[in-house]
DNA sequence: GATGAATGAGGTTTCATTCAT
DNA sequence: TATGAATGAAACCTCATTCAT
């Protein structure tokens, strides 16, 4: 496995570039944390899969829960970037909402691990992340966009009236997060396999396609544009 | 210690009615992997809350991992037993998913502990329930149901064209079960108590007003119907 | 020494007689922590020097910190057990103090871990101690004891006038104690080891006149009684 | 990382006087070792609590055990400072006797950390300074003083006849020592605490009546001298 | 059907110490 | 003289499981 990086390591030579193997732990531990859930990771699969000293991942770290705060962080970090590269203040209101629900799908689809550590994290009341004033704020830009833009969907008339920014930012989150996070018992009972990229471009098309029924929809009944032509 | 009280496997001499001690240990069980997922429970924790021998448990159940499918069937079933309380056959199509989707988020509310269940066996890749041929066929009759339905209601021509059953299966169940999966991650960066009552109902009448809204309006613009008044 | 209890053992056999096992850690941890101090104590080789599973020490004890209570509640009755049996009432005053101060000297000799674990506790500020209930009132009723003799003593005539007895009694104990837990820097000092029989002998001599000296003889210059011969 | 950073051993670039890091190790270890005990000390904490680092230790000191030895030189070089000072040569010897009584006593009071450290190098049977030349000769001096002061103490007629010096200035020591050294559990079973300004002092007088009383009382009974005001 | 003492592998964490610079 | 990253052995403790009764 690891036969090409070692590099005839003498006894008591130390020595890597500084940083570099807090690196190496903390993308070990995403890995694993991601796969085993918090009490089924183990320490000692992290350090050895970082190749490092068991001890540097205490010496970083402190602890298996503070590494695990420290994944956390580095998680909601790679979410945002990638809401941010989105430019989605540039874009109409429909072009944005959707830009933005095919990222989230996508996202996910692309970092698996994402999913599975915020699931791992509910299990434990997000109790980890609780006290993190970073992660507590992660989320606002992106709010705010969504908030706009509902709102100059609305005074453009392509929107409906009453939108809630935050249900509609859990609905958006929530299509694509359960179809990926529960796909293995849903894979189970519809006896089907939900990972297959065929019904994942099905799934995603669904899914913009209810999200913009609903923004377009007026509870009134009242329609508010004719519906472009689904991009793929 | 003493010889008279050695008892000898004599018939009727159990101290409790028999099935009484499983039934325990997997109630017990059944909390104790909800609180903590699968690798975080305690077999001990799970013996003492059940006030049973350590050794019950193996005699039952055989192991932990076989206890645990033994939970996620208790959970099934009650799922099942809750959607067939439904009757949603006999209902307008409407009427009947308006009252899936609600009676879906009841339930999720009222047992926290299925959510808990499938976010961990999820994690495990669901690997403990595969097997189960029991659990493949749970949700049948209520995939059936869907599909009638969509089927009536598009004959009625209340429903759109194109809707695919088990993506509507899935977006049902995924709006309520990710707000509620997740409602402390989610709770944390949106700084709000996602548990509190009103919070909870603006939710529940989001998610129908979201499925409501994809059924109804059709990807070619066209209208089916007045929707009608969004009851409590 | 436990032959004939020793049924013959087979392999993945257990069952000693229920509280032996505990027994043996117990005598085995007392003679770990006498020796290295509590930190110094490694619980491995108490559980191997007690001959049981590493995990009967967790079982039955807790922690390292609940079974060094335990030593030292084990010492504190062994002390108490040790008075008990002096019969000190039955004696004229001088002949109590006489006997307790003599027999004091003979405990710590004969029972070098209690001086050593008494050392080490108060190293820890007595903090595993403070909380023992049990503890607490193991000296009452030699203190007592020592009162009554006190009040006789000058009652008759034969003690000064103003004895403390608790500081009478801390110096009676101290007297000999000090010898015995410093006897190895005090060896170094006095290059002369306090442990040959008969150094020790002349030191128990000693102890015996100083505290007679001092019962005997009033602050203001009277003396009280001829002094009788020291007995060896 | 930065090559002109590197400096290589050039006079005058140490960031801290010569030696000052060594005197700062020493200091932080007493207080650690003094706290804890030898095994309970924490190398970590003395660098930490010193500011230095870590690896300066070993350059100075060698070993955690090597350090130990240099505390507990430095512990016996305070002491003897302290009865150096005190002159005793020139008092009368029953002033003499009483000045180091009570010099004893203010010592252990004064230096908490004399007390725990003897106290711990018993426990290891004073292997640490046992190989120290100059430890094994501290006490030389006083021990010299006590025994000249004894033996005008009888010439003059004010002391009794037979007593030792050796036995005389352990029970000197030891009235200060246990009372102090002991002073957590015996707090524990005397319910008190003995660390309150007017019980300490209730303890010095006490402990220089009995020493004088001992020195003034012969065991044959006669009364040496009329005793004089005890001062306070 | 039930008990409780016992097991042993392995988990997380600590700690004195050393290497390359 | 000084630094800071790294080491590895071993410490305390946990946990699923089994044995004899």
């Avoid at 609905?171 to 996070?181: A, E, H, N, V």
């Amino acid at each position: 496995m690891d036969a090409e990086t070692t590099k005839r390591r003498r006894p008591g030579q130390a020595t890597r570039p500084p940083g570099e193997s807090q690196r190496r732990i903390l993308a070990a531990a995403r890995q694993e944390f991601a796969a085993k859930g918090f009490a089924g990771a183990r320490t000692d699969s992290i350090v050895r899969a970082a190749g490092v000293n068991p001890n540097l991942l205490y010496h970083y770290f402190g602890s298996k829960e503070r590494l695990f705060v420290a994944v956390m962080e580095d998680v909601y970090a790679d979410v945002r970037a990638h809401h941010g590269d989105l430019e989605l203040e540039a874009l109409a209101p429909e072009d944005a909402i959707r830009r933005l629900t095919e990222a989230t799908f996508d996202l996910f689809v692309a970092s698996d691990d994402v999913i599975r550590l915020l699931s791992t994290e509910n299990i434990h009341h997000a109790e980890h992340i609780r006290d993190s004033e970073r992660i507590a704020h992660f989320y606002d830009p992106l709010l705010a966009i969504i908030e706009r833009q509902v709102e100059r969907g609305r005074a453009l008339g392509v929107f409906r009236a009453e939108v809630d920014a935050q249900e509609l930012f859990i609905t958006i989150t929530g299509l694509s997060y359960f179809y990926l996070s529960n796909r293995h018992t849903l894979g189970v009972i519809l006896r089907s396999d939900l990972n297959a990229r065929a019904r994942r471009e099905r799934r995603r098309r669904h899914i913009v396609d209810v999200v913009l029924s609903y923004l377009r929809h007026g509870a009134d009944g009242t329609q508010r544009l004719p519906p472009p032509q689904n991009p793929a």
